[in-house]
């Protein structure tokens, strides 16, 4: 049993002051039972909570420390710059040097707008398709996440979906009428949807690879049928890659499958850990953005000095050759660990991964949409996910969730999570 005074008594006085005790729901393990871990620190893969209870981690802050806890030239970035401010609220040349990065890596950004987090950016991005088409429906797709955005807190995947509240109180029946929801992965639907009512959809967004239900790949042609079918509407078509830019592939996952998107969101490991979100695209949509158009967005810390230095740092790192490499070898060889794990305890299991994001579905079956990852059996997750914790193995405490790799998890952490993950399945029978 985990020693965990010191997280408890944590949770309980943080109850008093943070609705329910988390700035963020899904780290409250709703979802699996008991009270949170408080962090105290991390390095390279590890996390070590406040009982002095240390993790091989694979949360990574949920995704954006690709490169692992404390790296350390994104540590020594973050310093230099720290010594010569915080924040100007003015122009930055650290703001050109990120944008330059996004789009040396994802040529569809011609132009990059720096936001604070995801949500900002999918609700920035958004406005902007609604502004450059002057239509007024969305479509996004069953158990995919794009952030708190009002109008997509719609049949919302990750912690929305893992609370048990897919479509969230507290939004207007009047912000939901412009959103249309349909399954992930079946492009009729999706076809259907816009022959019906093509002239009044400005934009689908779309994770290209679902991380919010679970890690789900879209199926071949998928993402192709959609980059067709907006093409004829005259739809925008969003790649929300806030999850799998730089993850998926240095690119994204519109290099890993070849397909252009016209705008694309970021977020996570473009900030390297702190707060940096961003949507970028073609100049002909960008530029109706204020204030270089009238589509207006701003914000009092975007692009700010320490966000940008650890994003920079990241994404040079991440140019370096062979680290996709390494990141696809380590995730393999956990990805295969853990299904055999799975397989030798004759426990039924569905498993996926593209590039170093992966994901174990307590389901006998395939997983390729909303409905079937919500036929998981959730409470055995929650055994795995404890029986994990117990023995040093920190994934996400959600069956709605990724889990990921960093170049910081050597062969030996990968070799330890597949013997615990061993010793945890048989102990599921
Ligand atoms: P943030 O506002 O949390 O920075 O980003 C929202 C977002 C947008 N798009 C995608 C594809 C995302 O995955 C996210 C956020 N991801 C969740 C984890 N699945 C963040 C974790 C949390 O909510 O605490």
Not at 181 to 188: G, K, S
Not at 210 to 217: D, L
Not at 250 to 268: I, M, S
Request: glycine letters at 12%; hydrophobic letters at 35%.
């Amino acid at each position: 049993m985990l020693l965990s005074v010191k997280s408890k008594a944590a949770f309980k006085q943080a109850c008093e002051s943070i609705p329910g005790g988390v700035n963020s729901p899904v780290r409250a393990f709703g979802a699996v039972g008991n009270d949170p871990l408080f962090i105290d620190s991390g390095r390279g893969c590890h996390i070590t909570d406040i009982d002095g209870n240390k993790y091989i981690d694979y949360v990574c802050s949920w995704g954006p420390l690709i490169l692992g806890h404390l790296e350390e030239t994104v540590i020594t970035s973050i310093k230099r710059t720290l010594e010569k401010g915080t924040s100007f609220g003015a122009p930055t040349e650290l703001e050109i040097q990120l944008a330059e990065l996004v789009r040396d890596a994802v040529p569809s950004i011609e132009k990059v707008r720096m936001v604070n987090s995801g949500t900002e950016a999918t609700m920035s991005a958004i406005r902007l398709a609604r502004g450059y088409t002057g239509r007024d429906l969305v479509v996004k797709f069953d158990g995919c996440y794009h952030g708190h955005v009002d109008g997509l807190l719609v049949q919302a995947g990750s912690g929305a979906t893992t609370l048990g509240t897919p479509t969230s109180p507290g939004v207007p029946q009047d912000y939901i009428r412009n959103t249309l929801t349909v399954p992930f992965n079946d492009i009729d639907v999706v076809r259907e949807v816009c022959d019906k009512k093509g002239k009044e959809i400005a934009c689908i967004i779309i994770e290209p690879v679902a991380g919010n239900m679970g890690v789900i790949p879209p199926k071949k042609g998928y993402l192709e049928g959609l980059r067709e079918v907006t093409e004829n509407h005259g739809i925008v078509l969003i790649f929300d890659e806030v999850m799998t830019g730089f993850r998926v592939a240095r690119g994204g996952a519109q290099e890993l499958y070849n397909v252009t998107p016209d705008l694309t969101t970021l977020g996570k490991i473009i900030g390297g850990g702190l707060p940096v979100g961003a949507y970028g695209g073609k100049s002909q949509i960008m530029d109706f953005v204020s204030p270089r158009g009238s589509v207006y967005q701003a914000g009092t810390l975007s692009g700010n000095p320490l966000a940008m230095a650890s994003g920079i740092a990241t994404l040079k790192k991440l140019q370096e050759d062979g680290v996709y490499h390494k990141l696809e070898m380590s995730s393999e060889r956990l990805a295969e660990g853990l299904q055999k794990a799975a397989v030798d305890a004759g426990i039924p299991t569905y498993h996926t991964r593209v590039g170093s994001m992966l994901c174990t579905f307590f389901h006998d079956g395939e997983v390729t949409d909303y409905e079937s990852a919500k036929r998981c059996d959730t409470k055995r997750y929650a055994s795995y996910f404890h029986g994990m914790l117990e023995r040093g193995v920190y994934f996400a405490p959600s069956q709605f969730e990724a889990a990921f790799v960093s170049t910081a998890h050597g062969e030996d952490d990968l070799d330890a999570t597949i013997q615990a993950s061993c010793e945890v399945m048989k102990s599921l029978k």
